[in-house]
């Protein structure tokens, strides 16, 4: 409706801050959060950090760097009464603004980043 502009940014190594709990298909791990996903529409994660005085099991995220980056900014047009249409229309452009900018940057942060892709649903 105001025609701000929207600025496409990533964070990369986010994924190292925390392990998860192993659920391989069958455990109960797995079965209680597929159970909690039907229920609520979600599965619930069972992260695993470090502790404040240890560094072998807690809540608290992993020591690893977490890199922000901003890309350039997508001008959008103000429309008072913006249509449905018009709206996937700057959510199209700004999700290709995202991809472009993680394949932009990826080779930086990333260690397989010939086999890494963003993939947004």
């Known amino acids: 409706k105001n025609g701000a502009p929207l600025v496409?940014?990533?964070s990369f190594g986010e994924t190292?801050?925390?392990n998860q709990v192993s659920n391989p298909q069958g455990s109960v791990v797995r079965h209680?959060?597929?159970?909690?996903?039907?229920?609520?529409?979600i599965a619930p994660a069972l992260?695993?950090?470090?502790?404040?005085?240890?560094y072998s099991f807690g809540l608290v995220p992993q020591r690893k760097?977490?890199?922000?980056?901003?890309?350039?900014?997508?001008n959008v047009?103000?429309?008072?009464k913006p249509t449905q249409d018009d709206i996937d229309?700057?959510?199209?452009?700004?999700?290709?603004?995202?991809?472009?900018?993680?394949?932009?940057?990826?080779?930086?942060?990333?260690?397989n980043h010939e086999t890494t892709s963003l993939e947004i649903e």
């Open 47 to 54: 992260p695993l950090g470090r502790g404040f005085f240890q």
């Open 77 to 80: 047009e103000k429309i008072e």
């Open 16 to 18: 190292d801050l925390f």
């Open 32 to 41: 209680i959060q597929e159970w909690v996903r039907k229920l609520i529409g």
């Open 8 to 10: 496409p940014v990533i």
């Open 89 to 111: 229309d700057v959510h199209k452009q700004f999700i290709k603004c995202l991809v472009d900018l993680f394949e932009e940057q990826k080779h930086n942060y990333i260690r």
């Open 65 to 74: 760097p977490v890199t922000t980056v901003v890309g350039r900014p997508l």
